[in-house]
């Protein structure tokens, strides 16, 4: 599906321009149209782009240096949205601290960034403080609490105790007005924020992103779903998740309304919120299509009257769950997009039963590169492009790639090495770890990650052929397969499956899954054994957790035990 060209206002002359300089322009052009809508809240563009520019300034009234680090301690909110634009106004980098993350895990954020600022909203000070007491140095300088007021009692004693332990603590209501912020020095080459992902250290690793990945992914975005201002677009994702930074970015580009997801209710079953909003365009990971379905949302266009678009991203869209939304809604355009944290949002992306005919049997093409992106698929061994057909390590080149990680310049050069085929000096490749082949028509279909293939009896196994038989199976929500050492020489392959309420009972069950992955598959790619499982464990992020799954599967004694 390509541009809606006659919807979309002409953006030609932002193009080379920043995000928070298109919220300035739709302020000029159109102040009075909704930027933001939270379903009790409406924010348009001109109170949009001022108190951007009240938070730049005391951003830079508080001596934030260029590509400075503040760090944003707030849920999915229209907080959260000012404070990314206020960052990015001031010349910061913002950097996402997931309100649900682990102490331990903030503290080794902050002190890996070198955080100047933290921007925070009252109900989560005391996650503030207690961080604060676990850092050997508080590199902080400046809190800036935006909803709290000091008339409160309590949040006059949280604001209290803030200023005891930081330099600079600035409560937003207590400031009724600023200077204009000084002109905007930054240029494509800054940082506009520090993702920080897991690390296989068990620290996390923080990815750079600057403006011109994010101008590059932008362009193409905007103009290949057709986002105009009459869009009114969900923010389902976390911020600490880059799928955020197409919600927000790619709206305020547009000049769009934003609808964050604020209920947790809400976020596990969005159904209400898609009505309700009445959201245009939808983007979150596949796994929200599952959860519709099981809360008896998803029906025959449910979500018609408005929806125009459906994105999925971020993990394997199980073809399903794609089945499952072309059923109920044939008429809503649906896109599967693919892309690491270090290639900006995602670099590929593919019309379900638009592209090619979708077959239910098959595993989901990840489709074709965006605009500026080179993807190459290589031998498994050396650095050369491989034909199409051939199983590969997929790699990806381009302006969207990341500068690197934050403070690990060995982990940089390690995953960001030179172009094989060297097209311009200087000209990267980012190593993803993924496997991946190129057919004939140009399409690329993802086939699991190096870490995720593993070896049975000599035999080479991608874990996801077995995920996508799995998923096949009209009785099971979802599933996926691990393999498990229950001793150093006696390695197996497992299934763990989520059964459909109206599922079979668990013998019978567990018989179909295995007669199931036999006729679809290589014996000795066959699971061994099938666990039933009442969900699968996921990440923060919404993906699935196959650590966590090995965890529980060695917890076990029955195979067809659900817990």
């Known amino acids: 599906m390509g541009a809606n060209s006659g919807l979309i206002e002409p953006l030609s002359h932002l193009d080379g321009g920043l995000v928070h300089q298109a919220v300035t322009h739709h302020a000029e052009v159109r102040p009075h149209h909704p930027a933001l809508d939270d379903g009790k809240r409406v924010l348009n563009y001109k109170q949009l782009a001022d108190v951007m520019d009240k938070l730049a300034r005391l951003l830079q009234d508080s001596a934030l240096p260029r590509n400075g680090r503040v760090g944003l301690l707030l849920e999915n909110s229209i907080e959260a949205c000012m404070a990314m634009l206020g960052v990015l106004r001031a010349d910061g980098c913002y950097v996402p601290l997931g309100t649900h993350f682990p102490a331990q895990r903030l503290a080794d954020i902050v002190t890996q960034a070198g955080l100047h600022a933290v921007v925070v909203t009252d109900k989560h000070c005391s996650t503030l403080l207690q961080l604060e007491a676990m850092l050997e140095a508080n590199p902080l300088q400046v809190v800036i609490v935006l909803n709290a007021t000091t008339n409160d009692p309590k949040q006059a004693e949280i604001i209290h105790a803030l200023r005891q332990r930081f330099p600079t603590v600035l409560v937003w209501e207590e400031i009724e007005h600023t200077q204009p912020p000084w002109p905007s020095r930054n240029v494509e080459e800054d940082l506009a924020y520090i993702m920080f992902t897991s690390g296989t250290t068990g620290k996390p690793k923080g990815v750079m992103i600057t403006h011109r990945n994010i101008n590059s992914y932008l362009l193409w975005a905007v103009k290949h779903f057709g986002f105009h201002p009459a869009d009114r677009i969900s923010n389902h994702s976390s911020i600490t998740f880059d799928l955020s930074v197409m919600d927000i970015f790619g709206t305020f580009r547009a000049g769009a309304t934003l609808c964050p997801v604020v209920s947790p209710g809400d976020r596990a079953f969005p159904g209400k919120f898609l009505k309700q909003q009445r959201i245009t365009v939808w983007f979150s990971v596949p796994s929200v299509i599952s959860m519709l379905r099981r809360s008896g949302q998803l029906q025959a266009n449910a979500f018609a009257e408005h929806l ?126 993924d496997l991946a082949y190129m057919d004939e028509q140009g399409l690329i279909h993802f ?35 691990v393999l498990m050492l229950h001793a150093p020489d006696v390695p197996e392959l497992v299934a763990t499956v989520v059964p459909k309420e109206e599922a079979l009972a668990n013998e019978q069950l567990v018989q179909q899954v295995l007669d199931h992955c036999r006729s679809q598959l290589p014996h000795y790619m066959v699971p061994g054994s099938v666990h039933l499982l009442s969900q699968l464990p996921r990440n923060p992020n919404g993906k699935v957790d196959r650590k966590k799954i090995k965890e529980i599967v060695a917890s076990l004694q029955n195979g067809s035990m659900i817990k």
């Open 447 to 481: 086939s699991g990650r190096v870490d995720d293939q593993v070896k049975l009896h000599g035999y080479r196994i991608e874990l996801g052929e077995i995920d996508v038989a799995l998923a096949s199976i009209p009785e099971l929500e979802e599933g996926v397969a």
């Open 308 to 433: 125009r678009l459906a994105l999925f991203c971020g993990e394997a869209l199980p073809p399903d769950l794609a089945a499952a939304w072309l059923e109920t809604h044939p008429q809503i355009p649906m896109h599967n997009l693919y892309g690491p944290t270090e290639a900006t949002i995602a670099c590929t992306s593919f019309w379900v039963n638009g592209d090619s005919p979708f077959n239910p049997q098959m595993a989901i093409p990840i489709g074709r590169p965006t605009q500026d992106t080179e993807i190459l698929i290589l031998d498994q061994e050396k650095d050369h492009p491989i034909p199409p057909g051939t199983l590969g390590r997929l790699v990806i080149c381009g302006p969207q790639l990341s500068p690197g990680y934050w403070g690990q310049p060995e982990l940089t050069a390690k995953v960001f090495q030179e172009h094989p085929l060297k097209p311009y000096p200087g000209a990267r490749m980012y190593v993803t770890g």
